[in-house]
């Protein structure tokens, strides 16, 4: 496996955006909500450096199954627990590829009346667009590769990693 972004760069990174987070959502009812399974490490370690008063919850959708690409068909396993109607919501993502996954789940919350909407993605990948998606905050832009680690998962492995990883093609 190669080491794409090492972990003091992800770690310098996720502080940067909590700071940018915490400057724009002073004042605000802000609820972040992590799109499991894939966003739990970002999101842990992004909450932390939030510093101002949130709530948290989680959505499980899936598109990808087994599979190193995605098949374009969203389902929701898990929704939320909170009530987002007039609170200004976070969507934490850990990659944003075709943006259908992104635009499906955009388009579950908006239909719930939240105050404002935005998302964070650690990994951004735009040369995969099918949909024009908007990404409010990005930890790194990168090439359409297979990754890994730091949440992200093939068949469900590799998710522990503490760095991002292109996979080997015969993994």
């Known amino acids: 496996m190669r080491i794409l972004i090492d972990e003091r760069k992800i770690e310098n990174r996720v502080k940067a955006l909590g700071a940018q987070i915490t400057a724009d959502y002073i004042d605000k009812d802000l609820i972040v909500i992590g799109i499991l399974k894939g966003a739990v490490l970002f999101m842990a370690d992004l909450v932390k450096k939030i510093d101002i008063p949130l709530s948290i919850d989680f959505m499980a ?44 789940l955009a388009e579950n919350i908006l239909s719930r009346n939240p105050k404002s909407l935005k998302v964070c993605c650690l990994l951004d990948k735009p040369s995969r667009r099918k949909v024009a998606v908007d ?37």
């Open 61 to 104: 959708v899936s598109s990808y199954g087994k599979s190193t690409r995605s098949s374009g068909i969203v389902r929701i396993l898990k929704d939320l627990d909170e009530e987002i109607e007039g609170r200004d919501v976070l969507i934490v993502e850990d990659i944003v590829d075709t943006g259908l996954t992104l635009k499906f």
């Open 135 to 171: 990404v409010d905050y990005v930890g790194f832009e990168i090439s359409d590769e297979f990754v890994v680690g730091y949440g992200l998962d093939y068949a469900q492995k590799y998710r522990n990693i503490p760095f991002i990883g292109v996979i080997d093609s015969n993994a």
